[in-house]
């Protein structure tokens, strides 16, 4: 069944809220779209930004005139207000049709709308707000079934009793944002690197979000889907504020190249005036094992000829630094875990 919501009678200027939160919930409840008589682009892009975070097909319309659009209707059309049948005696039969139109007022509605309908439905016989009455429309229509959608959206909101809990699909968000082959599969390196690296300084002692260095090391390129350039970090970064994501993500995002790049040489560099030296532990983590992950896992000798090559010596000694001081930390020279790896 094919089920699309009409939003009549939207003005901008005073509907812009409540028009949004009709097609949030229409999303939200398993209607393949909603279609709005008033041309908004603001509201198209807005909802379009929740499916591109969220997930699904759901479909946006605006500035469609209802009297063309339902002449070609060839499903059911069902026309919500508060003085129609009660929604309990009519839902069964409703069930059955192939596709439904479902035509929700922001103004008073004219005539012929009670004419068209196939089925004028009320959510109840008292004044009340048109969302509450879609979402208790949906909800019967599917029998609570929306619960059980699966949006395979980036963003995934997890229940819980208490707090907030969100799981991010990086690798999605990899492969929305155009990344190549390559570069995930050079992220997915880094963060194998990146966690065994985690679970050895976990070991000694060290506390550490291991949750945090996964994210950041499977994004921490994906700016690369813009360029390959320094600015890779400035575009991941735009990224991840893009998504939401973590502050502690984004610092993994910005602080990820080489082993540190201080206010001179951003500028130097071309990049916008700050520091962008690993700070936390995580950070350091997913700096370092990017360090020793070209297309393969390498030694630190390897990498330290390559900065040399590229970066100079005062990269090079900041290399040797960071390696020292996760070692260290970790109770282990991070080339015998590198070793183990390859």
Known sequence: MAIVVYRYGHRIARDKRITTH???VARAFSADGILIDTKDEKIEE???????????????????????????????????TMYGERIDKVIDEIRKSKDLLIVVGAEKVPKEFYELADYNVSIGNQPHSEVAALAI?????????????????VVKIIPCKKGKKIKYNCLKILEKEGCSKAVIEHCMKVKKLALEIARRLEKNGIKIDMEAIEMGALLHDVGR?????????????????????????????????????????????????????????????????????????????????????KAGKKAVLKLKELHKKLSNLAGIDIDKIVEEIK
Do not use: C
């Not at 969220?54 to 059309?77: A, D, M, Q, T």
């Open 225 to 309: 889907s813009k360029t390959h350039g320094i600015m890779h970090i400035i575009e991941g970064i735009k990224i991840a504020r893009k998504y939401g994501l973590p502050e502690k993500v984004v610092g993994i995002i910005k602080r990820h190249a080489g082993a540190g790049i201080d206010e001179d040489e951003a500028v130097k560099l071309g990049l916008p005036r700050d520091d962008y030296t690993p700070r936390t532990i995580e950070e350091m983590v997913v700096a370092h094992a990017d360090n020793l992950v070209g297309y393969k896992y390498r030694m630190l000798e390897d990498a330290i000829r390559e900065f040399k090559r």
């Open 46 to 80: 807005n909802i379009k930004k929740v499916n591109e975070k969220f997930g699904g097909n759901f479909f946006i319309k605006s500035g469609i005139p209802w009297k063309e659009y339902f002449k070609k209707w060839n499903g059911k059309i069902v026309h919500l």
């Open 22 to 24: 009709v097609a949030l």
């Open 137 to 153: 429309f949906l909800h019967f229509l599917l029998q609570g079934k929306w619960l059980e959608k699966d949006f395979n959206g």
